[in-house]
Protein backbone atom coordinates (compact mmCIF):
# COMPACT_ATOMS: atom_id res chain seq x y z
CA UNK A 1 0.00 0.00 0.00
CA UNK A 2 2.72 2.38 0.64
CA UNK A 3 4.30 1.64 -2.28
CA UNK A 4 1.02 2.22 -4.37
CA UNK A 5 0.76 5.52 -2.65
CA UNK A 6 4.51 6.61 -3.10
CA UNK A 7 3.87 5.56 -7.07
CA UNK A 8 0.72 7.78 -6.97
CA UNK A 9 2.41 10.60 -5.44
CA UNK A 10 5.28 10.80 -8.39
CA UNK A 11 2.98 10.47 -10.82
CA UNK A 12 1.28 13.44 -9.60
CA UNK A 13 4.29 15.05 -9.53
CA UNK A 14 5.23 14.44 -12.96
CA UNK A 15 1.90 15.60 -13.88
CA UNK A 16 2.45 18.96 -12.37
CA UNK A 17 6.09 18.97 -13.76
CA UNK A 18 4.51 18.17 -17.22
CA UNK A 19 1.35 20.77 -16.90
CA UNK A 20 4.04 23.35 -15.45
CA UNK A 21 6.34 22.74 -18.75
CA UNK A 22 3.67 23.03 -21.22
CA UNK A 23 2.32 26.63 -19.81
CA UNK A 24 6.03 28.07 -20.12
CA UNK A 25 6.96 26.92 -23.64
CA UNK A 26 4.08 28.53 -24.89
CA UNK A 27 4.46 31.73 -23.27
CA UNK A 28 8.00 31.18 -24.35
CA UNK A 29 6.85 30.63 -27.76
CA UNK A 30 4.40 33.72 -27.66
CA UNK A 31 7.60 35.89 -26.24
CA UNK A 32 9.62 35.09 -29.09
CA UNK A 33 7.08 35.58 -31.38
CA UNK A 34 6.35 39.51 -29.92
CA UNK A 35 10.55 39.39 -29.82
CA UNK A 36 10.23 38.90 -33.41
CA UNK A 37 7.31 41.21 -34.31
CA UNK A 38 9.35 43.67 -32.57
CA UNK A 39 12.74 43.24 -34.07
CA UNK A 40 10.74 43.72 -37.75
CA UNK A 41 9.06 46.55 -36.26
CA UNK A 42 12.52 47.98 -34.95
CA UNK A 43 14.18 47.28 -38.77
CA UNK A 44 11.19 48.58 -40.59
CA UNK A 45 11.61 51.95 -38.40
CA UNK A 46 15.18 51.91 -38.55
CA UNK A 47 14.92 51.63 -42.69
CA UNK A 48 12.44 54.28 -42.41
CA UNK A 49 14.63 56.88 -40.20
CA UNK A 50 17.23 55.91 -42.58
CA UNK A 51 14.73 57.08 -45.31
CA UNK A 52 13.81 60.18 -43.49
CA UNK A 53 17.10 60.87 -42.56
CA UNK A 54 18.76 60.87 -46.36
CA UNK A 55 15.39 62.60 -47.33
CA UNK A 56 16.09 65.19 -44.81
CA UNK A 57 19.72 65.43 -45.90
CA UNK A 58 18.53 65.79 -49.46
CA UNK A 59 15.71 69.00 -48.76
CA UNK A 60 18.38 70.98 -46.82
CA UNK A 61 20.96 70.21 -49.67
CA UNK A 62 18.03 71.75 -51.85
CA UNK A 63 17.08 74.57 -49.65
CA UNK A 64 20.62 75.57 -49.09
CA UNK A 65 20.89 75.25 -53.40
CA UNK A 66 17.68 77.29 -53.16
CA UNK A 67 18.87 79.90 -50.76
CA UNK A 68 22.02 80.45 -52.58
CA UNK A 69 19.83 80.75 -56.28
CA UNK A 70 17.72 83.39 -53.85
CA UNK A 71 20.44 85.37 -52.66
CA UNK A 72 22.15 85.33 -56.31
CA UNK A 73 18.65 85.93 -57.89
CA UNK A 74 18.05 88.92 -55.49
CA UNK A 75 21.49 90.50 -55.88
CA UNK A 76 20.97 90.39 -59.64
CA UNK A 77 17.38 91.91 -59.25
CA UNK A 78 18.84 94.56 -57.10
CA UNK A 79 21.86 95.28 -59.50
CA UNK A 80 19.27 95.28 -62.42
CA UNK A 81 17.13 97.61 -60.50
CA UNK A 82 19.58 100.22 -59.88
CA UNK A 83 21.10 99.80 -63.02
CA UNK A 84 17.39 100.25 -64.40
CA UNK A 85 16.84 103.55 -62.12
CA UNK A 86 20.18 104.92 -63.16
CA UNK A 87 19.02 104.70 -66.63
CA UNK A 88 15.35 106.30 -65.84
CA UNK A 89 17.27 109.19 -64.30
CA UNK A 90 19.71 109.72 -67.26
CA UNK A 91 17.09 109.46 -69.28
CA UNK A 92 14.98 112.16 -67.47
CA UNK A 93 17.60 114.48 -67.03
CA UNK A 94 17.71 113.59 -70.74
CA UNK A 95 14.17 114.34 -71.39
CA UNK A 96 14.49 117.32 -69.41
CA UNK A 97 17.30 119.14 -71.30
CA UNK A 98 15.51 118.12 -74.80
CA UNK A 99 12.06 120.16 -73.53
CA UNK A 100 14.22 122.39 -72.38
CA UNK A 101 16.58 122.87 -75.49
CA UNK A 102 12.56 122.60 -77.79
CA UNK A 103 11.25 125.44 -75.38
CA UNK A 104 14.36 127.73 -75.86
CA UNK A 105 14.07 126.79 -79.70
CA UNK A 106 10.41 128.04 -80.19
CA UNK A 107 10.94 130.94 -77.88
CA UNK A 108 13.66 132.19 -80.61
CA UNK A 109 11.67 130.99 -83.48
CA UNK A 110 8.19 133.13 -81.81
CA UNK A 111 11.00 135.53 -81.79
CA UNK A 112 12.07 135.17 -85.59
CA UNK A 113 8.89 134.89 -86.63
CA UNK A 114 7.57 138.63 -84.63
CA UNK A 115 10.93 140.16 -86.04
CA UNK A 116 10.20 138.49 -89.91
CA UNK A 117 6.35 140.04 -89.40
CA UNK A 118 7.50 143.41 -88.11
CA UNK A 119 10.39 143.45 -90.84
CA UNK A 120 7.30 142.80 -93.21
CA UNK A 121 5.33 145.55 -91.72
CA UNK A 122 8.63 147.92 -91.80
CA UNK A 123 9.65 147.26 -95.48
CA UNK A 124 5.43 147.55 -96.71
CA UNK A 125 5.32 151.05 -95.05
CA UNK A 126 8.70 152.60 -96.32
CA UNK A 127 7.93 151.55 -99.89
CA UNK A 128 4.08 152.45 -99.57
CA UNK A 129 3.95 154.78 -102.22
CA UNK A 130 4.70 152.42 -105.40
CA UNK A 131 2.32 150.75 -107.75
CA UNK A 132 1.15 147.13 -106.31
CA UNK A 133 1.88 145.58 -110.00
CA UNK A 134 5.71 147.56 -109.33
CA UNK A 135 6.19 146.10 -105.93
CA UNK A 136 5.21 143.05 -103.76
CA UNK A 137 6.15 142.24 -99.71
CA UNK A 138 5.25 138.69 -98.59
CA UNK A 139 6.69 136.48 -96.15
CA UNK A 140 7.86 133.06 -97.05
CA UNK A 141 10.04 130.18 -95.35
CA UNK A 142 11.01 132.97 -92.76
CA UNK A 143 12.12 135.65 -94.91
CA UNK A 144 10.88 138.44 -96.27
CA UNK A 145 10.57 138.91 -100.04
CA UNK A 146 10.51 142.29 -101.79
CA UNK A 147 9.69 141.90 -105.90
CA UNK A 148 11.06 144.65 -107.92
CA UNK A 149 9.48 144.88 -111.54
CA UNK A 150 11.60 145.42 -114.11
CA UNK A 151 9.46 148.30 -114.95
CA UNK A 152 9.89 150.19 -111.73
CA UNK A 153 13.97 149.95 -112.47
CA UNK A 154 15.19 149.02 -115.50
CA UNK A 155 14.41 149.87 -119.53
CA UNK A 156 14.68 146.70 -121.43
CA UNK A 157 18.10 145.21 -121.48
CA UNK A 158 19.25 147.99 -119.54
CA UNK A 159 21.10 147.56 -116.08
CA UNK A 160 20.77 151.23 -114.90
CA UNK A 161 18.06 151.97 -112.17
CA UNK A 162 15.72 154.10 -113.54
CA UNK A 163 15.04 157.41 -111.18
CA UNK A 164 11.91 156.46 -109.38
CA UNK A 165 13.04 152.80 -109.05
CA UNK A 166 16.38 154.36 -107.40
CA UNK A 167 13.95 155.90 -104.81
CA UNK A 168 12.35 153.00 -103.80
CA UNK A 169 15.55 151.12 -103.38
CA UNK A 170 16.82 153.96 -101.58
CA UNK A 171 13.67 154.19 -99.09
CA UNK A 172 14.29 150.01 -98.90
CA UNK A 173 17.84 151.08 -97.45
CA UNK A 174 16.88 153.26 -95.02
CA UNK A 175 14.22 151.18 -93.56
CA UNK A 176 16.83 148.19 -93.32
CA UNK A 177 19.67 150.23 -91.79
CA UNK A 178 18.84 149.52 -88.32
CA UNK A 179 18.11 146.03 -88.93
CA UNK A 180 22.25 145.17 -88.62
CA UNK A 181 20.62 141.57 -87.94
CA UNK A 182 18.89 141.27 -91.35
CA UNK A 183 20.81 139.87 -94.23
CA UNK A 184 19.66 141.35 -97.90
CA UNK A 185 20.16 138.64 -100.96
CA UNK A 186 19.41 140.43 -104.35
CA UNK A 187 18.36 137.95 -107.21
CA UNK A 188 18.04 139.24 -110.80
CA UNK A 189 15.84 137.22 -112.86
CA UNK A 190 15.27 137.37 -116.55
CA UNK A 191 12.61 136.04 -118.88
CA UNK A 192 13.95 133.35 -122.16
CA UNK A 193 13.98 135.79 -124.71
CA UNK A 194 17.80 136.08 -125.34
CA UNK A 195 19.73 139.91 -125.44
CA UNK A 196 19.96 141.49 -128.14
CA UNK A 197 23.00 140.78 -130.10
CA UNK A 198 26.32 142.92 -129.61
CA UNK A 199 25.30 144.41 -126.46
CA UNK A 200 28.23 145.77 -124.69
CA UNK A 201 29.45 143.89 -121.35
CA UNK A 202 26.74 141.04 -121.99
CA UNK A 203 26.81 137.62 -123.80
CA UNK A 204 23.63 136.42 -122.32
CA UNK A 205 20.89 136.73 -119.71
CA UNK A 206 23.21 135.44 -116.71
CA UNK A 207 25.24 138.55 -117.16
CA UNK A 208 22.25 140.56 -117.42
CA UNK A 209 20.91 139.52 -114.11
CA UNK A 210 23.62 139.37 -112.45
CA UNK A 211 24.71 143.06 -113.30
CA UNK A 212 21.77 144.56 -112.77
CA UNK A 213 21.55 142.44 -108.98
CA UNK A 214 25.27 144.07 -108.65
CA UNK A 215 23.95 147.78 -109.63
CA UNK A 216 21.33 147.69 -107.27
CA UNK A 217 23.21 146.48 -104.52
CA UNK A 218 25.35 149.39 -105.29
CA UNK A 219 22.57 151.54 -104.58
CA UNK A 220 21.59 150.22 -101.46
CA UNK A 221 25.09 150.26 -99.91
CA UNK A 222 25.07 153.66 -101.09
CA UNK A 223 22.55 154.39 -99.16
CA UNK A 224 23.99 153.40 -96.27
CA UNK A 225 23.95 149.19 -95.81
CA UNK A 226 27.11 147.47 -94.71
CA UNK A 227 28.39 145.58 -97.61
CA UNK A 228 29.01 142.74 -95.86
CA UNK A 229 25.10 142.25 -95.24
CA UNK A 230 24.45 142.59 -98.99
CA UNK A 231 24.62 139.46 -101.98
CA UNK A 232 24.06 140.71 -105.45
CA UNK A 233 23.27 137.27 -107.47
CA UNK A 234 22.02 136.73 -111.08
CA UNK A 235 19.66 132.98 -111.43
CA UNK A 236 18.89 134.47 -115.94
CA UNK A 237 15.91 132.53 -117.20
CA UNK A 238 16.19 129.40 -114.79
CA UNK A 239 13.81 131.04 -111.92
CA UNK A 240 10.72 131.82 -113.36
CA UNK A 241 7.31 133.03 -111.23
CA UNK A 242 5.30 131.50 -114.45
CA UNK A 243 5.98 129.60 -117.62
CA UNK A 244 7.37 131.66 -120.21
CA UNK A 245 4.40 131.33 -122.67
CA UNK A 246 3.15 134.74 -123.55
CA UNK A 247 4.57 138.32 -123.37
CA UNK A 248 2.53 138.75 -119.70
CA UNK A 249 3.86 135.87 -118.33
CA UNK A 250 7.61 136.80 -119.33
CA UNK A 251 7.19 140.24 -118.14
CA UNK A 252 6.26 138.73 -114.92
CA UNK A 253 9.63 136.69 -114.54
CA UNK A 254 11.40 140.23 -115.73
CA UNK A 255 11.98 140.76 -111.95
CA UNK A 256 14.25 141.38 -108.81
CA UNK A 257 13.55 140.00 -105.82
CA UNK A 258 15.30 141.60 -102.93
CA UNK A 259 15.44 138.54 -100.06
CA UNK A 260 15.68 139.74 -96.37
CA UNK A 261 16.64 137.13 -93.76
CA UNK A 262 16.71 137.28 -90.35
CA UNK A 263 20.14 136.18 -88.70
CA UNK A 264 19.53 132.43 -86.81
CA UNK A 265 22.63 132.22 -84.96
CA UNK A 266 20.89 131.48 -81.61
CA UNK A 267 18.29 128.85 -83.46
CA UNK A 268 21.86 127.15 -85.12
CA UNK A 269 23.50 127.21 -81.69
CA UNK A 270 20.56 125.12 -80.61
CA UNK A 271 20.52 122.75 -83.57
CA UNK A 272 24.35 122.08 -83.28
CA UNK A 273 23.62 121.04 -79.48
CA UNK A 274 21.34 118.33 -80.64
Known amino acids: MKKITKNFTYALLSLGLLATSCVSSKKYETALA ?3 ELQANRDALSKEKAALEEERS ?9 EEEKNAT ?4 KANLQSSNQRVN ?7 AQED ?9 AEKDRAVNDLKNRVSQALLGFKAGDLTVNVKNGKVYVSLSEQ ?3 KSGSTKVDPKGQDALQKLAFA ?19 IAKGTVGMKDNWDLSVLRATEIARIVTNAGLAPERVTPSGHSKYVPVVAN ?8 NRRTEIILTPKLDELFKILEQN
Open 90 to 96: QLSSDLQ
Open 245 to 252: TNPESRQL
Open 34 to 36: INR
Open 152 to 154: LLF
Open 101 to 109: RLREMQRIL
Open 74 to 77: EKSL
Open 176 to 194: LKDQPDVNVLIEGHTDDVP
Open 58 to 66: TLAKEKAAL
